[in-house]
């Protein structure tokens, strides 16, 4: 692997500087630090601090400069571009994203390339055959392709319409279905020796992807860009960092051309945030500034999502009882203050009706946990729309997101001690408890449970 050196003098040539910002321009940047005991991202300017974003080249160059000590290695940036990143809270509304980039992740392998770029030919065609083409580019990730749709291909009109992440949510999966049956059929004609082959939608509210000329995080590949036409010349020489050969017309588009397929894709997948709710989104991710890092499992956070949901369930095992039902009210609630929380802009608004409307058709029922109520199956579990949570759901989408940080026994022990300091009154009320209960520890959780492990050493 480059030493320090050799990656500061890659990052400070003007050609590779140019390009990183070009791309990393009103997005939120992750920057990953090379370490030998774990994967360190730096997010944010300093603890607490603003989203880290590049406001101009020079800016960028002396970023790089003033951090090389801590060895930066690759430089991702989000799918969203953003109205504004002045502070964390600009992460959280859904308003401020203005635009969003559409992106098939091929994960591939260096001893099949050719499977990646027949894979690549397949969708870039199946693009093609919807109108888009010159607003389409290709960028080698280390081992395998991300295909983009360039964001500002989609007119003003569209936005207006419908909301960035639906149309980039929407159209990446819309063309996978159609697609899939001839990727499966070619990928198990091949066969891999180094890593298995995948072909994913990622496109999520925190997604980011590799920038343009940045290098991969363990190979010394860079990541070069290049348009359809150039699939079949692909060599992996291109990925050099020593003398890259990089497209610099991945910028070009044609305003208008993704429309027509946007628009098709949304009408038959039905746009991100209808979907989000089955895809377990963590709301906020908030890792430590440098200044802070510590190479420890301690560094690792539980997402907003699960502290939501095991607070949740906590909740109603200490007031009802049962933990088979404390499990689905607990992911429930989390599912159903995401949603809300994502739907703030008013073009989303009308969507909760359909909570409504789904509860009168199917005469579902209501439980009253204290002043709340929440809509059940006849069986007895928690719903919102047509998607039951069951225990099992909680199982998958909680316990197994926690266990890898923390013995989620420990975690549950933490929560229900946590619960009964506070009297009987806060824990009735939705809004006492979100107020003084969740609010309070939902970035901090994981140092309640921390402490209490410690305790139970003494």
């Given at each position: ?364 029922k209501f439980e009253k946990i204290g002043d709340e109520e929440a809509p059940v199956t006849e069986e007895g579990w928690f719903t919102i729309g047509d998607t039951v ?70």
């Amino acid at each position: 692997m480059l030493d320090l050196e050799k990656v500061q003098e890659y990052y400070l040539r003007d050609s590779v500087l140019d390009e990183i910002f070009e791309y990393c321009r009103s997005r939120w940047v992750a920057l990953e630090i090379k370490s030998a005991k774990e994967r360190v991202f730096f997010r944010y300017f300093w603890r607490n601090g603003p989203p880290l974003s590049f406001s101009t080249k020079d800016f960028l160059k002396n970023f790089i400069k003033k951090y090389s000590k801590l060895y930066p290695r690759t430089f991702y940036a989000s799918i969203n571009v953003y109205k504004s990143l002045a502070k964390r809270e600009d992460l959280e509304r859904a308003d401020n994203i203005v635009k969003a980039t559409p992106v098939w992740d091929i994960d591939g392998s260096l001893s099949n390339i050719k499977l990646t770029l027949n894979v690549a030919n397949i969708i870039v065609d199946e693009l093609e055959r919807h109108g888009l083409r010159e607003s389409v580019y290709l960028k080698w990730s280390g081992r395998g392709l991300h295909i983009h749709v360039n964001e500002n291909t989609f007119s003003e009109e569209l936005l207006r319409e419908h909301h960035p992440l639906d149309i980039a949510y929407s159209t990446v999966e819309y063309i996978l279905k159609r697609v899939w049956k001839k990727i499966d059929t070619i990928a198990k004609e091949k066969t891999l020796l180094e890593r298995p082959f995948k072909v994913e939608n990622k496109i999520d509210i925190q997604r980011v992807f590799t920038a343009p000329l940045s290098l991969h995080r363990e190979l010394d590949l860079a990541a070069v860009c290049f348009k359809p036409d150039s699939i079949n010349n692909f060599d992996l020489s291109w990925a050099n960092p020593q003398s890259p050969k990089h497209d610099k017309s991945w910028k070009n588009y044609v305003e208008g051309e993704g429309d027509q397929l946007a628009r098709t894709a949304i009408a038959e997948v039905g746009g991100y945030f209808q979907k989000y709710k089955e895809k377990n989104i963590e709301i906020t991710v908030k890792p430590e500034a440098p200044e802070t890092i510590k190479a420890s499992a301690s560094f690792e956070k539980i997402g907003r999502f699960q502290v939501m949901a095991i607070l949740q369930a906590a909740r109603y095992y200490i007031l009802k009882e049962d933990i088979e039902k404390a499990k689905s009210f607990g992911l429930n609630r989390a599912i159903f203050y995401a949603w809300a929380k994502h739907s703030k802009p008013t073009q989303y608004r009308g969507r909760v009706s359909t909570i409504t409307r789904y509860v009168v058709e199917k005469k579902l029922k209501f439980e009253k946990i204290g002043d709340e109520e929440a809509p059940v199956t006849e069986e007895g579990w928690f719903t919102i729309g047509d998607t039951v949570q069951t225990p099992k759901d909680f199982d998958r989408q909680i316990i197994q997101k926690i266990k890898p940080i923390i013995p989620f026994e420990l975690a549950w022990d933490t929560a229900l001690d946590y619960l009964k300091s506070f009297p009987k009154n806060i824990l009735e009320s939705q809004r006492e408890f979100f107020e003084k209960v969740y609010k309070p520890v939902r970035d901090t959780f994981i140092n309640l449970i921390q402490k209490r492990k410690s305790n139970e050493l003494i």
